[in-house]
Structure formats: structure tokens, C-alpha cells
């Protein structure tokens, strides 16, 4: 409580145990020092020592030991909030803004019609004044599909918002929520719940029939003039904007069967041309503040991606309790929340929760001036979306907000409002340079995020115990390294752009902040330093060349402290987050796949395009698998399936390092060798091991495995070539 009895709508505490963190952090820190000060002065004097190959790991462990202190970061001063939504009602009932909500989907394949209502129907539901809310679906697939089920959800709403009501459902998502509910030895399932069930499974029916047929059929079509819309449509770049109001809050008739109003439910497909680029989600995003203002023009913007369900109905209270706490509600521009997912299994073989993300670092960027905006699951205040910079005089007036409204019928709206939809509307505006998500960056979202940063305001990282949201997270090995890919390469696109973090954001952000921003946009350089230290010390050991210090030695204390720290240190933190160590040990795989193929390619890719070769594309990640692949997931069975310039470099490296172990191995436990090698080559021996032992999944998929997610035998025999020549070269070299 304040001095002046003023009590807040929110809470920041600070982590516990910070002090021994750093203490520890400063003890690693020494550590890599002496690593630093080891290979400078014992760089061997001839080649055949090993010069150049020492000189490489020189390189090496310093890029490791910069990126490391990034990293540190993220971890310095993590910060923890908390809400008091009771206070917020109390106060603020009355005046609570309208929240106008995003949701974006790009194609009815990828991301199925059936996902997209749940997600839009779950925040419909949210516990808020209903005529506060506005929803807004953009389809950038321009999918009479996608149009008709969001027709039925808007019937099924009517159903569905006032028993989520009455009955206080939670999850708000019907799919959902009948999957945790489905109990058939529940005798007490209300027959009202049985109702609504039967109305989902009936509107689920039709909206799949409607897919298998993928058309829309002529007696559905006469049922809705929205259909007539897509008689100007060609192909899904290639046509008119299509705007629909489905649910028009301010119609009097406008009601769920208990009479309560609905919210505001807006189906947009923006104009698509061939000769004008779209942009993206950034594009979409902009052509819906643009709409949105006109329509409902709601202070308070929430944005989620299609896949991406409410789990919590008080998410908006939440977000609520941050913007309009008296005293620091007015300098937070967005309050993001995790990305959580409801389809990782216990052990992550793709360690796609990005738990020590959500659960650790994002708490670090949030103790040093705020987290960046993921992209979805994210509250924005709509002025500072569209390029207000912070000054200390800016105070909202709530109240003053919910007055504005259009007169014009939904017709005339609808038929007003096409224009700020247009293909070409954003040329020559401050859209998408100064206005609304910035354009011409695969992650766009980061990149906005940090010039709203850079403009004064603050942002929020909110993590409660109860997920707010959950989406889905790629389940085959390809998907992943895929979508770390676009995150590694729009990272490092964003450290080259106008917006650096290094340098744009100098002065205008905390240093940490900087930093931390760093350590993402270098998620692609990591590939170099990786790369090396997974193939040149393996090769040297095949050669018999040391390139690390003696067992007997008084350098080697340092090596395995800061080795055995870190890890230590990474397995306590991720069991901390909730993992498990399976878990980890997988994270431990995907660590170096990601390294050495998304981020390889990334590097690559950035490069080219710099100097001009290559354009980027925006490549959704898959929503749904088939049911083989789902069961080799549920197993927790690697799945490659196809073969990709990705896997042959991951099998080649694995190939490189069995084959360095097995002929040292060998030669070791023959006569005295195995001394030798405990002396003066352990470390590097117990490097080629771990990688050996961190690829035995792969070398399953590539002679063991009979299903279709192995590697091609193709594969096998390529990389056992290129391995090979490898070594065989390299031996000769020396
Ligand atoms: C999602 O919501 C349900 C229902 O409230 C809850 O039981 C579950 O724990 C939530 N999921 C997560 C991951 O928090």
C-alpha cells in the first residue's frame, strides 16, 4: 500500500536468490578468462601442432564467451508481476474500455476452419462487458471456407457465450473444453451441456463436409449475401477486399438467446494483388487497426495468431490491471504473455515449449525495461501500435474513449470501409515505417516491439501460473528447425536494420535491454562457433592432436568448471521451469540442430540477401499432422521424413563424429593407446562422445528405422561419403 493509502492494480516483485546468481555468474565469468588467456598464450608454434586448428577454437570459445555474457542478460534481474483484477472491478467497472481483437489466420489447409472458430469463439466468451468487445477475424488465405465457418461460430455463439456465462466454463475454446469435460461415466453432465454439444459436434460436421468438398455448396451460399463476394474472386492473391460485419454490436437485435448482447464480430479478407506486395502479417495486422478504427475503434488491441486459444477468460482483466493502475499504467505500451502450447508431450523431443524462454528469459527482459512483442497473446494500447511516442504528460482518460460510434448501416460501412483495405493503401504512408508493425522483416513483430520501445514506453511481461493462452507447436523435426530458421534469420535481419538493437537503440533503451535484444538477433552467428566446435576437435583427435589441455594440468580446472557449470546450471534451470531431464537432454539435441542447420541457413541466407542475391519469404509452420506422424509424436519418435539440405548437413556431422570415435576407440583399447588418450585427449575424446551419444535418434533414422519418418537410405549413404572424405582428407592434410 502507498503512503497515501493508494493501493495498485498490479505488482512487480523480484526474483529471490538473485545475489548467489550472480555471484555464480561472476565465478563462470572468471573461468572463461582464464579459457581466453589459456589459448592465447599456448597457441602451438607449427602447423602440424595444430596452429591453425587452436587458433579456430581461440575464436571459438571467445564468440562462446561473448554470446554467454549476452545471455547473462537475460537472467541479471528477472522480475515477476501480479494482478488485482478485484481492485479494478471496484474502481473501475464503470469505464472499462472496449478491447477490439485481432485474429489472424493465412490458409485454410495449413490452419484448419474448425481451429480458427475455437480460437475466435474462446475470446469472444472473455469475462467482459460484450458490447466492449470487438472481434476481428483477418483470413489472409481470402477463404469462403474460413468465411462460412466463422458464419456458424456466429450462430453458435449465441449458444455457447451465455453458458460459458452461466456455468463459468473455462477453458472458453469448445473444442477444448469438450475434451477436458468429455467424462462418459459423468452422469452429471447438465443437459444443457449435452445441448451445446450436440450443436458443436453438428456445426463441426458441416464446416468439415464443407472442407472435404472444399467448396461451398449453392444452398449454403444462398443463405448469406456475404457469399456473393467472392464472385470477383480469382485466386487467393488475386482478389477485392471482402469485408464482413457478421455481428453488429450496436443492432439492437443483435442478441444470444438469453437476451444479452454479443460482441462485434468482423470478417476481413484485405485486397490481394500479384504486382503489389502484401507484406505479410504485418500487412494484415495494419489493413485491421486501419478497420477496426472505424468500426470499433477500441483503445486497448489484442492480437493472437489462429492457432492460438484463450485458456483463461480474465486475460483482458489482466492486461486491464496494468494499463489503468494510476500511478505506472501510463507508460506501458503492450503487456505480452507467453506462448505456451497444449500439444508438447512430457519429454519435448523438439523442445518446442521454449520453456526456459517463457519461464526464465523473458522475465530477465522484463526486470530491465520490458519484454519484446512475440507476435501473438499480446495487449497493445492501440496509440502507441500506431507510432505515438511516450511523454510523461500523456494520460488516458478512460472514459472519454467508448463514445465514439458510426452512424452508417452495416451495409454502408461495409461498403465505406473497403478502401483501407486496399492493396496499395499503405504506399507512400507512414504505414509500416512509423505506423503499425513495421514491414520488410521476417519477425516482425520483434522489430515493432523495439521501436515502440525505442520511442520511451515500457512493456510488461505477464506469466501467471494459469496459461492465458495456448496454441500449437510444430511437432516434426523439419517444422522446427523451419521456424527457427525465420526466427534466427529475422533476428539477424533486425541487427543490420534501421531499428539495430546495437545501434539505433543506443541511449534509447537500457543497456540490458540492448543486450538481451542482441542475444536474440545473434541466434544465427551461434551457427560458426558451433559448427567448428563439433567437427575440428573431432578430426584432430583422429590425428592425435590435443587441442586441449592435459588432464594433470592446472589449466584444466577452468575448462571443466565453466563446462560443467553451465550445464549444470542449464539442467537446474529448465528442471525449475517445469522440464523434466529427458526433457532437457532433448532441448540438449535440438540446441545443436538448430545451431547447425536453421541457424547455418539463416547466416547464409541473411548474407546473400545483403549483398543482394535472395528474397525472403514468410513460410507458416504446419498446424496439422497426419495420424502416423501424431503417434510417432505421441512416442516421442523423432520425425524427419523427408530429405532436406538440413539433414544432410546434421547426418554428415553425425557420421563425421561416429566415425572419429570409433576409430579412436578402437585404437585406444588396443596396447597403451587408451593413456595416451586419458591424458592428453580427454576432453576432446568425451566431446566426440557426447556428440555421438546426442545423435544416436539420428542414427536410428538413418539404419534402423523402417517407418516413414527415418531418414532416406539415400541419406545415409551420402553422408556416410561425405564423412568420409572428411576425415580422409583431413588426415592427409597432416
Ligand atoms: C487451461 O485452463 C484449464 C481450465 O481452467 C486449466 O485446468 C489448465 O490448467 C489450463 N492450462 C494451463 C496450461 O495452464
Same mark, same amino acid.
Given at each position: 500500500? *502507498?503512503?497515501?493509502?493508494?493501493?495498485?492494480?498490479?505488482?512487480?516483485?523480484?526474483?529471490?536468490?538473485?545475489?548467489?546468481?550472480?555471484?555464480?555468474?561472476?565465478?563462470?565469468?572468471?573461468?572463461?578468462?582464464?579459457? +581466453?588467456?589459456?589459448?592465447?598464450?599456448?597457441?602451438?608454434?607449427?602447423?602440424?601442432?595444430?596452429?591453425?586448428?587452436?587458433?579456430?577454437?581461440?575464436?571459438?570459445?571467445?564468440?562462446?564467451?561473448?554470446? +554467454?555474457?549476452?545471455?547473462?542478460?537475460?537472467? +541479471?534481474?528477472?522480475?515477476?508481476?501480479?494482478?488485482?483484477?478485484?481492485?479494478?472491478?471496484?474502481?473501475?467497472?464503470?469505464?472499462?474500455?472496449?478491447?477490439?481483437?485481432?485474429?489472424?489466420?493465412?490458409?485454410?489447409?495449413?490452419?484448419?476452419?474448425?481451429?480458427?472458430?475455437?480460437?475466435?469463439?474462446?475470446?469472444?466468451?472473455?469475462?467482459?462487458?460484450?458490447?466492449?468487445?470487438?472481434?476481428?477475424?483477418?483470413?489472409?488465405?481470402?477463404?469462403?471456407?474460413?468465411?462460412?465457418?466463422?458464419?456458424?461460430?456466429?450462430?453458435?455463439?449465441?449458444? +455457447?457465450?451465455?453458458?460459458?456465462?452461466?456455468?463459468?466454463?473455462?477453458?472458453?475454446?469448445?473444442?477444448?473444453?469438450?475434451?477436458?469435460?468429455?467424462?462418459?461415466?459423468?452422469?452429471?453432465?447438465?443437459?444443457?451441456?449435452?445441448?451445446?454439444?450436440?450443436?458443436?459436434?453438428?456445426?463441426?460436421?458441416?464446416?468439415?463436409?464443407?472442407?472435404?468438398?472444399?467448396?461451398?455448396?449453392?444452398?449454403?451460399?444462398?443463405?448469406?449475401?456475404?457469399?456473393?463476394?467472392?464472385?470477383?474472386?480469382?485466386?487467393?492473391?488475386?482478389?477485392?477486399?471482402?469485408?464482413?460485419?457478421?455481428?453488429?454490436?450496436?443492432?439492437?437485435?443483435?442478441? =444470444?438467446?438469453?437476451?444479452?448482447?454479443?460482441?462485434?464480430?468482423?470478417?476481413?479478407?484485405?485486397?490481394?494483388?500479384?504486382?503489389?506486395?502484401?507484406?505479410?502479417?504485418?500487412?494484415?495486422?495494419?489493413?485491421?487497426?486501419?478497420?477496426?478504427?472505424?468500426?470499433?475503434?477500441?483503445?486497448?488491441?489484442?492480437?493472437? =495468431?489462429?492457432?492460438?486459444?484463450?485458456?483463461?477468460?480474465?486475460?483482458?482483466?489482466?492486461?486491464?490491471?496494468?494499463?489503468? =493502475?494510476?500511478?505506472?499504467?501510463?507508460?506501458?505500451?503492450?503487456? %505480452? &504473455?507467453?506462448?505456451?502450447?497444449?500439444?508438447?508431450?512430457?519429454?519435448?523431443?523438439?523442445?518446442?515449449?521454449?520453456?526456459?524462454?517463457?519461464?526464465?528469459?523473458?522475465?530477465?527482459? =522484463?526486470?530491465?525495461?520490458?519484454?519484446?512483442?512475440?507476435?501473438?497473446?499480446? &495487449?497493445?494500447?492501440?496509440?502507441?501500435?500506431?507510432?505515438?511516442?511516450?511523454?510523461?504528460?500523456?494520460?488516458?482518460?478512460?472514459?472519454?474513449?467508448?463514445?465514439?460510434?458510426?452512424?452508417?448501416?452495416?451495409?454502408?460501412?461495409?461498403?465505406?470501409?473497403?478502401?483501407?483495405?486496399?492493396?496499395?493503401?499503405?504506399?507512400?504512408?507512414?504505414?509500416?515505417?512509423?505506423?503499425?508493425?513495421?514491414?520488410?522483416?521476417?519477425?516482425?513483430?520483434?522489430?515493432? *516491439?523495439?521501436?515502440?520501445?525505442?520511442?520511451?514506453?515500457?512493456?510488461?511481461?505477464?506469466?501467471?501460473?494459469?496459461?492465458?493462452?495456448?496454441?500449437?507447436?510444430?511437432?516434426?523435426?523439419?517444422?522446427?528447425?523451419? %521456424?527457427?530458421?525465420?526466427?534466427?534469420?529475422?533476428?539477424?535481419?533486425?541487427?543490420?536494420?534501421?531499428?539495430?538493437?546495437?545501434?539505433?537503440?543506443?541511449?534509447?533503451?537500457?543497456?540490458?535491454?540492448?543486450?538481451?535484444?542482441?542475444?536474440?538477433?545473434?541466434?544465427?552467428?551461434?551457427?560458426?562457433?558451433?559448427?567448428?566446435?563439433?567437427?575440428?576437435?573431432?578430426?584432430?583427435?583422429?590425428?592425435?592432436?590435443?587441442?586441449?589441455?592435459?588432464?594433470?594440468?592446472?589449466? &584444466?580446472?577452468?575448462?571443466?568448471?565453466?563446462?560443467?557449470?553451465?550445464?549444470?546450471?542449464?539442467?537446474?534451470?529448465?528442471?525449475?521451469?517445469?522440464?523434466?531431464?529427458?526433457?532437457?537432454?532433448?532441448? %540438449?539435441?535440438?540446441?545443436?540442430?538448430?545451431?547447425?542447420?536453421?541457424?547455418?541457413?539463416?547466416?547464409?541466407?541473411?548474407?546473400?540477401?545483403?549483398?543482394?542475391?535472395?528474397?525472403?519469404?514468410?513460410?507458416?509452420?504446419?498446424?496439422?499432422?497426419?495420424?502416423?506422424?501424431?503417434?510417432?509424436?505421441?512416442?516421442?519418435?523423432?520425425?524427419?521424413?523427408?530429405?532436406?539440405?538440413?539433414?544432410?548437413?546434421?547426418?554428415?556431422?553425425?557420421?563425421?563424429?561416429?566415425?572419429?570415435?570409433?576409430?579412436?576407440?578402437?585404437?585406444?583399447?588396443?596396447?597403451?593407446?587408451?593413456?595416451?588418450?586419458?591424458?592428453?585427449?580427454?576432453?576432446?575424446?568425451?566431446?566426440?562422445?557426447?556428440?555421438?551419444?546426442?545423435?544416436?535418434?539420428?542414427?536410428?533414422?538413418?539404419?534402423?528405422?523402417?517407418?516413414?519418418?527415418?531418414?532416406?537410405?539415400?541419406?545415409?549413404?551420402?553422408?556416410?561419403?561425405?564423412?568420409?572424405?572428411?576425415?580422409?582428407?583431413?588426415?592427409?592434410?597432416?
Amino acid at each position: 500500500m *502507498g503512503s497515501d493509502g493508494y493501493l495498485p492494480l498490479f505488482e512487480t516483485r523480484r526474483a529471490r536468490g538473485r545475489v548467489l546468481y550472480r555471484l555464480f555468474v561472476v565465478s563462470v565469468f572468471v573461468g572463461i578468462c582464464l579459457i +581466453w588467456i589459456y589459448r592465447v598464450s599456448h597457441i602451438p608454434r607449427k602447423g602440424k601442432d595444430g596452429k591453425w586448428g587452436w587458433i579456430g577454437m581461440l575464436g571459438a570459445e571467445f564468440w562462446f564467451g561473448f554470446y +554467454w555474457v549476452l545471455t547473462q542478460a537475460l537472467r +541479471w534481474n528477472q522480475v515477476y508481476r501480479c494482478t488485482f483484477k478485484d481492485r479494478l472491478s471496484q474502481r473501475h467497472e464503470k469505464e472499462l474500455p472496449k478491447v477490439d481483437i485481432f485474429v489472424c489466420t493465412a490458409d485454410p489447409v495449413i490452419e484448419p476452419p474448425v481451429m480458427v472458430i475455437n480460437t475466435v469463439l474462446s475470446v469472444m466468451a472473455y469475462d467482459y462487458p460484450p458490447e466492449k468487445l470487438s472481434v476481428y477475424l483477418s483470413d489472409d488465405g481470402g477463404s469462403d471456407l474460413t468465411f462460412y465457418a466463422l458464419l456458424e461460430a456466429s450462430h453458435f455463439a449465441k449458444h +455457447w457465450l451465455p453458458y460459458c456465462k452461466k456455468s463459468k466454463v473455462e477453458p472458453r475454446s469448445p473444442a477444448e473444453y469438450f475434451n477436458l469435460s468429455d467424462d462418459p461415466l459423468d452422469a452429471n453432465q447438465s443437459k444443457e451441456l449435452v445441448f451445446i454439444k450436440k450443436l458443436y459436434d453438428e456445426m463441426e460436421n458441416r464446416i468439415k463436409n464443407a472442407a472435404k468438398l472444399a467448396r461451398i455448396s449453392e444452398e449454403l451460399r444462398s443463405k448469406h449475401r456475404g457469399f456473393s463476394q467472392w464472385y470477383s474472386y480469382s485466386s487467393q492473391r488475386n482478389h477485392d477486399t471482402i469485408l464482413q460485419i457478421l455481428i453488429d454490436g450496436r443492432d439492437p437485435n443483435a442478441k =444470444d438467446k438469453d437476451g444479452f448482447v454479443l460482441p462485434t464480430l468482423v470478417y476481413l479478407a484485405r485486397e490481394k494483388r500479384p504486382q503489389h506486395h502484401h507484406n505479410f502479417k504485418a500487412g494484415a495486422m495494419n489493413a485491421l487497426i486501419r478497420m477496426s478504427s472505424e468500426i470499433s475503434n477500441g483503445p486497448i488491441i489484442l492480437n493472437v =495468431d489462429c492457432d492460438m486459444c484463450s485458456n483463461n477468460s480474465h486475460s483482458v482483466r489482466d492486461a486491464l490491471c496494468f494499463f489503468m =493502475d494510476e500511478e505506472k499504467g501510463h507508460e506501458i505500451a503492450f503487456v %505480452q &504473455f507467453p506462448q505456451n502450447f497444449k500439444n508438447v508431450n512430457r519429454n519435448e523431443i523438439y523442445d518446442a515449449s521454449l520453456r526456459v524462454m517463457t519461464e526464465v528469459e523473458f522475465h530477465g527482459l =522484463d526486470g530491465c525495461g520490458g519484454p519484446s512483442y512475440g507476435g501473438t497473446g499480446c &495487449f497493445h494500447r492501440r496509440d502507441t501500435l500506431c507510432g505515438r511516442k511516450f511523454s510523461k504528460e500523456y494520460k488516458t482518460d478512460w472514459s472519454s474513449l467508448n463514445g465514439i460510434r458510426r452512424k452508417d448501416s452495416v451495409h454502408e460501412l461495409e461498403k465505406n470501409l473497403k478502401g483501407l483495405a486496399s492493396s496499395t493503401y499503405d504506399k507512400n504512408t507512414p504505414w509500416g515505417k512509423e505506423m503499425g508493425l513495421l514491414y520488410g522483416c521476417p519477425v516482425e513483430d520483434v522489430i515493432t *516491439g523495439l521501436s515502440i520501445q525505442c520511442r520511451g514506453w515500457k512493456s510488461v511481461y505477464f506469466n501467471p501460473s494459469k496459461k492465458a493462452f495456448l496454441g500449437i507447436a510444430p511437432s516434426t523435426l523439419p517444422d522446427a528447425l523451419v %521456424q527457427h530458421k525465420r526466427w534466427s534469420e529475422g533476428g539477424l535481419q533486425i541487427l543490420f536494420s534501421r531499428y539495430s538493437p546495437a545501434w539505433y537503440a543506443q541511449g534509447k533503451i537500457s543497456l540490458a535491454l540492448q543486450m538481451g535484444y542482441c542475444a536474440y538477433c545473434l541466434w544465427a552467428p551461434n551457427c560458426l562457433a558451433t559448427l567448428y566446435y563439433t567437427v575440428i576437435p573431432s578430426l584432430y583427435l583422429l590425428n592425435g592432436i590435443s587441442l586441449f589441455p592435459q588432464i594433470s594440468s592446472p589449466w &584444466f580446472i577452468p575448462f571443466a568448471y565453466v563446462i560443467s557449470a553451465k550445464h549444470i546450471c542449464g539442467l537446474a534451470e529448465f528442471l525449475w521451469c517445469g522440464g523434466t531431464i529427458l526433457g532437457w537432454w532433448n532441448s %540438449q539435441r535440438m540446441w545443436l540442430y538448430k545451431r547447425t542447420s536453421s541457424y547455418l541457413f539463416a547466416f547464409m541466407d541473411t548474407i546473400l540477401k545483403l549483398l543482394g542475391f535472395a528474397e525472403s519469404g514468410f513460410v507458416i509452420s504446419t498446424k496439422i499432422a497426419d495420424e502416423d506422424v501424431s503417434q510417432r509424436y505421441e512416442k516421442e519418435i523423432m520425425e524427419f521424413g523427408t530429405s532436406t539440405p538440413m539433414f544432410t548437413i546434421l547426418s554428415t556431422l553425425a557420421m563425421i563424429n561416429l566415425v572419429c570415435f570409433v576409430v579412436v576407440l578402437k585404437e585406444a583399447l588396443m596396447g597403451e593407446g587408451i593413456i595416451r588418450v586419458y591424458e592428453t585427449m580427454s576432453l576432446q575424446f568425451v566431446l566426440c562422445g557426447i556428440l555421438v551419444l546426442i545423435n544416436f535418434p539420428l542414427y536410428q533414422a538413418l539404419f534402423l528405422r523402417k517407418d516413414k519418418g527415418k531418414l532416406p537410405s539415400s541419406l545415409a549413404a551420402k553422408s556416410i561419403v561425405l564423412a568420409l572424405l572428411a576425415c580422409i582428407s583431413f588426415t592427409l592434410l597432416y
